[in-house]
């Protein structure tokens, strides 16, 4: 059995290893399929669904569904990119995003993903949701406002005995991340910096911490997300 | 003491965390609450974050309200009961209560709570009051009950006149009505226990595999996934061990038919999962029973412990050793979504009810990561029917393609509203002579989540070739305001959706919203390309069957009553708004007593 499989990308010829997904097998042949949820190393939750391609017709997450030999893969099409689009305008209508004020702009995946998709006003009217900004406890707030239900957090942080420190609330639109206030408190200054790092938008800051890099020097501002994948058409 | 009646809650289910819903149930029945300070007590005794109780305890229709009252009372609000009169039984339950629905009186003795389907669509209006059953409401009903509940009467025993069938067994005692209006050769006709099982045992696993799928048994819960083939992937996965898990959770609006099936062949069921799981290698299964029928509990088991004495269920089955096999019954708690079958794994395993993502499917990666079979109960059925009488038998009822019977629930406006077994291959309007609903305008088939059609394809077949149906069957008369229909069933999806993926968390939002503006008489033409363009998007991006059917309410409609939309949107204009300056400023012109320069009217036109 081989240990290549063959695949095509939006007709382009590529090469992946079993085991490997969609999303992976693009960006180690230099294409980007945007996503916003998946986070390097961290089983991905496929919640946001803005990587979804087409595969046989049938509509798959990229950043779940398993490569395998022969599969064409439909992604940098208009209907699908107009998806991604309308997703991410999705969540900036489910929440209450004001960027200019925002301590993650610049940094914000959701910010950087609108600008890629040229997003000037959402499609759908605002939701205008009555979200808090609320403690979690000693070292970390949470602005409700932000959240885009992503569980980076769910999935990432947990304690050393792998207790849960963030985790769902709810369901429908009411669903909602929080912590264990206790276990949240206790955690040691590096994990509480990666829980901030790790949230792709500006929910979870780490109190009395901000604007140590200036908005204009951030990632975003010097690179569009996804420029450090994709490499132009040979 | 909360913390002494915990801690003794949580060890009689041995500190399993996978108990978690089992342990939230007993404490909230002791405590008659679960408050977060209860929550901190169980994640302490089991060792887990509090967080991670909490987002169990939150996400289960019957667990989230901190305060549920001494009687919990849970009015079905679903559109059936919303046309059988629930609004007035509402009205009334709120005036003798003193407090409206979401609220418990001050006293915490009666909690009002809406729900949606509690699958007792042919006897509404119905309410579940603390596990109790009670269906056919009248409003002098409705006022006795509260006067009861606040004289601190014992609600099991109000729950009269008892219903037919086992229904009014001892074990049982509920009001429910069997109400089987055709019985077929399948699923209720009579059976002689053990029949199904002797056949299996003279076989081997693979020639039982063989016979179901000779017999082209497709899966009776809406999808029509070959159940032997789900079988064969099953057997040969190599992961041990193997389960069989039947779905019992029918949550789809309208349908109720699994309710009777287990209420009167429970044995027929629970020798399909024994053959399964002979089938597949399994010695282990789990019915995993929706909480609205929590008070058919006592009696599944009482049909258990009696097949485990006549050695139809334990080791040796039907005399062949190796034959072992054994059911556990597990209960939901009020939730739609844990009908796709990986939800319900995970609410089987003590978690929130969210799918996961496929591949890997159960047959690979199922209960506790083993490979297992997902099946509902009919389909377990038809199976064991299928074994006692063989595939060629079974092949002679319904089409070529869609072998065998279907069991439909049929409520709404139709004078013989109960559960008929067909074959496949019934016309829409054959149903309808048979159910005395004749001049419905409409028919909603599969539930919210399958099509609304009208008169003029009501010669189309229930079939997997044509109308796939899980067998909820719903009628609607010429007088029916189809948008309220359409709307009841958007508020039920956005409640359901479990709020993982973007486009079914927020898309049903926001489709909903959009749907109001039009029956508001604010929509346009445009509005209607947008809702239809939006529908498409969240069923082609979400993760799991709710979010890719729940626009089908929408869209059906749209398709197939367009004439009801364009009457109500304005065809000459392109833009109306949804502002409407002279309300915006009402409370500011009451406060000042000033008029604004000008006319409202005018600055209205941009």
């Known amino acids: ?234 | 003491m909360p913390k002494g009646i915990i801690e003794t809650v949580v060890a009689r289910h041995r500190k399993d965390r996978t108990r978690l819903l089992d342990i939230v149930r007993d404490v909230r029945e002791e405590l008659g609450r679960i408050t977060p300070e209860d929550t901190a007590l169980i994640a302490a005794s089991l060792g887990v974050s509090t967080i991670e109780v909490e987002g169990v305890v939150t996400f289960y229709h019957f667990f989230g309200n901190e305060a549920a009252g001494t009687y919990a009372v849970y009015l079905n609000t679903n559109i059936v009961a919303a046309m059988k009169g629930s609004t007035a039984i509402k009205a009334v339950f709120e005036k003798a209560a003193g407090v409206p629905f979401g609220n418990v009186t001050p006293d915490g003795r009666i909690g009002l709570h809406e729900t949606s389907c509690i699958g007792m669509n042919d006897q509404e209006p119905s309410a579940i009051i603390n596990g109790t059953i009670f269906t056919r409401l009248t409003p002098a009903k409705a006022k006795a009950l509260v006067t009861a509940m606040e004289a601190g009467k014992d609600i099991r025993k109000l729950a009269v006149p008892l219903g037919d069938g086992a229904n009014a067994s001892k074990v049982v005692r509920s009001m429910v009505h069997n109400n089987i209006r055709r019985k077929g050769p399948v699923l209720f006709a009579p059976f002689r226990s053990g029949s199904a099982l002797k056949k299996a045992a003279s076989l081997s696993p693979e020639d039982v595999i063989a016979e179901v799928k000779r017999a082209n048994l497709l899966g009776r819960g809406g999808a029509g996934f070959p159940t032997g083939l789900k079988w064969e992937f099953c057997r040969r996965e190599k992961g041990q061990p193997h389960y069989v898990v039947c779905n019992a959770d029918e949550g789809e609006p309208g349908t109720f038919k699994d309710r009777v099936i287990l209420t009167e062949m429970p044995h027929l069921l629970f020798e399909g999962m024994a053959l399964a799981g002979y089938a597949i290698g399994a010695s282990e299964g789990v019915l995993y029973l929706r909480g609205e029928y929590a008070y058919l509990k006592p009696h599944l088991e009482k049909v258990l412990a009696g097949m485990r004495r006549k050695k139809w269920l334990g080791t040796g089955i039907a005399g062949k050793r190796g034959f072992t096999f054994d059911i556990a019954v597990m209960l939901g708690a009020g939730a739609y979504i844990c009908g796709e079958e990986s939800a319900l794994i995970e609410s089987a395993q003590g978690n929130r009810g969210e799918p996961r993502d496929r591949p890997p499917f159960p047959v690979q990666n199922g209960y506790f990561g083993k490979p297992t079979t997902v099946n509902n109960v009919e389909t377990l059925c038809a199976a064991a029917r299928i074994l006692a009488k063989g595939a060629d038998w079974f092949k002679t009822l319904g089409t070529p393609r869609s072998a065998g019977t279907k069991v439909l629930s049929v409520s709404g406006d139709c004078k013989k509203p109960g559960v008929y077994e067909v074959p496949f291959g019934l016309s829409v309007a054959s149903l309808l002579a048979m159910a005395g609903g004749g001049d419905a305008r409409a028919v909603q088939v599969g539930g919210p989540s399958g099509a609304c059609i009208p008169r003029a394809q009501f010669e189309r077949a229930i079939a997997f070739e044509d109308l796939a149906t899980g067998g909820s069957v719903i009628v609607f008369g010429p007088e029916r305001d189809l948008f309220e229909v359409v709307r009841n069933f958007m508020d039920f999806f956005v409640e359901e959706s479990c709020g993982w993926c973007t486009p079914c968390r927020v898309g049903n939002v926001l489709l909903k919203r959009e749907l109001e503006k039009i029956m508001a008489g604010k929509g346009t033409v445009r509005d209607l390309e947008e809702i239809e363009a939006w529908g498409k998007m969240i069923k082609a991006t979400s993760r799991c069957g709710l979010g890719q059917t729940s626009p089908n309410p929408i869209l059906t409609t749209l398709q197939n009553f367009r004439e009801m939309y364009m009457a109500k949107v304005d065809a000459g204009r392109a833009f109306i708004s949804e502002f409407d300056l002279e309300e915006a400023i009402r409370p500011a012109v009451a406060v000042t007593g000033q008029k604004p320069a000008g006319h409202a009217a005018e600055a209205d036109h941009e």
């Open chain 1, 1 to 234: 059995m081989s240990n290549i499989i063959k695949i095509t990308i939006d007709g382009r010829e590529c090469t992946a290893r079993p085991g490997q997904t969609v999303l992976e097998a693009a960006a180690a042949n230099g294409i980007y399929i945007p996503s916003l949820c998946r986070f390097e190393g961290l089983k991905p939750a496929g919640s946001c669904r803005v990587c979804t391609v087409r595969v046989g017709g049938r509509y798959q997450a990229s950043c779940t569904f398993p490569v395998s030999e022969g599969m064409a893969v439909e992604s940098a099409v208009p209907d699908l990119e107009d998806m991604r689009k309308a997703i991410v305008e999705m969540l900036f209508v489910e929440g209450n995003h004001m960027c200019p004020t925002c301590e993650k702009s610049g940094n914000c995946e959701l910010q950087a993903l609108a600008y890629r998709f040229r997003m000037l006003v959402p499609r759908f009217p605002y939701l205008f949701p009555k979200k808090a900004v609320e403690p979690a406890g000693s070292k970390l707030l949470m602005e409700q406002n932000r959240c885009i239900k992503c569980l980076r957090c769910a999935t990432g942080i947990r304690t050393k005995d792998n207790k849960k420190v963030f985790g769902p609330l709810h369901r429908s639109v009411e669903k909602k991340l929080f912590v264990d206030p206790a276990l949240a408190s206790a955690l040691p200054e590096r994990w509480a910096r990666k829980a901030m790092d790790r949230c792709p938008v500006g929910c979870i800051l780490r109190k009395e911490v901000g604007f140590a890099v200036p908005v204009g020097r951030r990632k975003y501002d010097k690179a569009p997300i996804g420029s450090d994948i994709e490499k132009p058409r040979s």
